[in-house]
């Protein structure tokens, strides 16, 4: 463990009383491991892919399992998406709330993913899931991690708090604010977390967050659901944040009763400490009473495709609905124009007026392509093919590459026994 800073120490004793003894323990044991399951990718396979991994225990929630002493992001069923790792309290937030059906959904601090991934899964295609990330690098990022977990149904955008609230206005039935943070629930994790913590940075944090649920306060609709939640210990980022919600027109919603067994109920929301569950998470739910901004009326609908570009994609894969921005073609998740990194599935790109399919194609949609090479997880070829070498199959054209079963990327048959790799680079690997 790393020497935690005195007065970090001097809060944590303060807030934990006679259970800091177990706290500190608690931080010498390793880091909880845990992973939530893709539902556009597993469907009804969740039993198959729980068995392939192996050693996983059923968290009391959906889709979500401790992980053993196996290395599940090392297995082919981690590259096809059907699983996101991530540790098990921090999917407490998007595992608590309840997402009506056919809901408008934001992720307003989206970055890598792991929580949008939850949240899509459970919508399970229906309704909108609206992914922000205000750091461009990082909302490249949680594009790949959405792209790779095979959701449809997302947008992803790359604005400030200000501009997404300016862009949808009260759009939202659901809100959720992972919001930035001192990182006092990594420390267990990330040496780095222990190495930036000051009490200068908790009240600049603190500060912060109250900036991003202003802005997630317009975004959402009266009676609506805001989901708080933080990484962190301190009152000030913390339960002064839902106190200055309370203030504003919210009421606080009760979880689910499982909710109480894993955490601390603070009055204002729940904490969960390593020596208890998880590595450290906070999170509370509210309900809208205040008044609403009126939804922004989106006026530029997108441009669908021209019938002979449809039917240049129809020879790769069987849909309708698609649309057109430039020299790219998707599916979209939302019908409009609007700036943002993803919107529904990227199908690919005009080049010379012929379409070159994109991967995310093929990772969302490959079980629908016309032409697919499923390969066993023990095959040589599927090493081969993750290494981004060419394989051997009688195939002409485009095809859907699958690894037992799960879509995993693309290529592209000469008809002559070989197919030559289109797996993305920065996803490779040199052994496998």
Request: glycine fraction near 10%; include cysteine.
């Given at each position: 463990?790393a020497?935690?800073p005195?007065k970090?120490?001097?809060r944590?004793k303060?807030?934990?009383?006679?259970?800091?003894?177990d706290y500190?323990?608690?931080?010498?044991e390793?880091?909880?491991?845990?992973?939530?399951?893709?539902s556009?990718?597993?469907g009804?396979?969740?039993?198959?892919?729980?068995?392939?991994?192996?050693?996983l225990?059923?968290l009391?929630?959906?889709?979500?399992?401790a992980?053993g002493?196996?290395r599940?992001?090392?297995?082919?069923?981690h590259?096809?998406?059907a699983y996101?790792i991530?540790?098990p309290?921090?999917?407490?937030?998007v595992?608590?709330?309840?997402?009506?059906?056919g809901?408008?959904?934001?992720?307003?601090?989206?970055s890598?993913?792991?929580?949008?991934?939850?949240?899509?899964?459970?919508m399970?295609g229906?309704?909108?899931?609206v992914?922000?990330?205000i750091d461009?690098?990082?909302?490249?990022?949680?594009r790949?991690?959405l792209?790779r977990t095979?959701?449809?149904?997302?947008?992803i955008?790359?604005?400030r708090?200000?501009?997404v609230?300016?862009t949808?206005?009260?759009?939202f039935?659901?809100v959720?604010v992972d919001a930035?943070?001192?990182?006092?629930g990594?420390?267990?994790?990330e040496?780095e977390?222990?190495?930036n913590?000051?009490?200068?940075n908790?009240?600049?944090?603190?500060?912060?967050?109250?900036?991003i649920?202003?802005?997630?306060d317009e975004?959402?609709?009266?009676g609506?659901?805001?989901?708080?939640?933080?990484?962190?210990?301190?009152?000030?980022?913390?339960e002064?944040?839902?106190d200055?919600?309370?203030?504003?027109g919210y009421e606080?919603?009760?979880?689910p009763?499982?909710?109480?067994k894993?955490?601390?109920n603070t009055g204002?929301?729940?904490?969960?400490?390593?020596?208890i569950?998880?590595?450290?998470?906070?999170?509370a739910?509210?309900r809208?009473?205040?008044?609403s901004r009126?939804?922004v009326?989106?006026?530029?609908q997108l441009?669908?495709?021209?019938?002979?570009?449809?039917?240049?994609?129809?020879?790769?894969?069987t849909?309708s609905g698609?649309?057109?921005?430039?020299?790219?073609?998707f599916?979209p998740?939302?019908?409009f124009?609007l700036?943002?990194l993803?919107n529904?599935?990227?199908?690919?790109?005009?080049e010379k007026?012929?379409?070159i399919?994109?991967?995310?194609?093929?990772s969302?949609?490959?079980?629908?392509?016309i032409?697919?090479?499923?390969?066993?997880?023990t095959?040589?070829?599927?090493s081969?093919?993750?290494?981004?070498?060419?394989?051997?199959?009688?195939?002409?054209?485009?095809c859907?590459?699958?690894?037992d079963g799960?879509?995993?990327?693309g290529?592209?048959?000469?008809?002559?026994?070989?197919?030559?790799?289109?797996?993305?680079k920065?996803?490779?690997?040199?052994?496998?």
């Amino acid at each position: 463990m790393a020497n935690l800073p005195e007065k970090f120490i001097t809060r944590m004793k303060s807030t934990l009383g006679s259970s800091y003894a177990d706290y500190e323990r608690a931080m010498n044991e390793s880091p909880s491991k845990a992973l939530h399951l893709s539902s556009a990718v597993v469907g009804d396979r969740e039993d198959y892919v729980v068995d392939r991994v192996g050693g996983l225990q059923k968290l009391p929630f959906p889709l979500c399992y401790a992980v053993g002493e196996g290395r599940p992001a090392s297995l082919v069923y981690h590259a096809v998406g059907a699983y996101y790792i991530q540790e098990p309290s921090a999917m407490l937030p998007v595992a608590s709330v309840d997402i009506p059906r056919g809901a408008k959904v934001l992720d307003m601090c989206a970055s890598p993913g792991g929580k949008s991934s939850l949240l899509a899964s459970r919508m399970k295609g229906d309704g909108l899931l609206v992914s922000n990330e205000i750091d461009r690098a990082r909302a490249l990022v949680l594009r790949e991690n959405l792209v790779r977990t095979g959701h449809m149904n997302t947008v992803i955008t790359n604005m400030r708090p200000t501009a997404v609230a300016d862009t949808f206005g009260g759009f939202f039935d659901v809100v959720l604010v992972d919001a930035p943070c001192s990182g006092e629930g990594m420390f267990r994790k990330e040496a780095e977390a222990v190495l930036n913590w000051s009490e200068a940075n908790v009240k600049a944090c603190a500060h912060r967050q109250k900036e991003i649920v202003k802005s997630a306060d317009e975004c959402l609709k009266e009676g609506g659901t805001l989901v708080y939640s933080t990484c962190t210990f301190s009152k000030e980022e913390d339960e002064e944040v839902v106190d200055y919600l309370l203030s504003i027109g919210y009421e606080l919603i009760s979880p689910p009763e499982w909710v109480e067994k894993l955490g601390v109920n603070t009055g204002k929301g729940y904490k969960f400490y390593p020596h208890i569950f998880g590595e450290g998470q906070f999170f509370a739910l509210l309900r809208k009473t205040g008044d609403s901004r009126p939804p922004v009326r989106m006026k530029k609908q997108l441009s669908r495709a021209s019938s002979a570009l449809q039917k240049a994609v129809s020879e790769v894969v069987t849909i309708s609905g698609v649309c057109q921005k430039d020299d790219m073609l998707f599916l979209p998740a939302l019908g409009f124009d609007l700036p943002c990194l993803m919107n529904g599935v990227l199908l690919g790109k005009t080049e010379k007026g012929r379409f070159i399919p994109s991967h995310n194609l093929f990772s969302a949609l490959g079980s629908q392509c016309i032409n697919k090479l499923d390969l066993a997880p023990t095959d040589p070829s599927l090493s081969a093919y993750l290494r981004g070498e060419e394989i051997s199959a009688l195939v002409h054209g485009w095809c859907a590459v699958l690894a037992d079963g799960f879509p995993l990327g693309g290529g592209k048959g000469s008809g002559g026994g070989v197919v030559k790799n289109h797996y993305p680079k920065n996803l490779r690997k040199t052994a496998q």
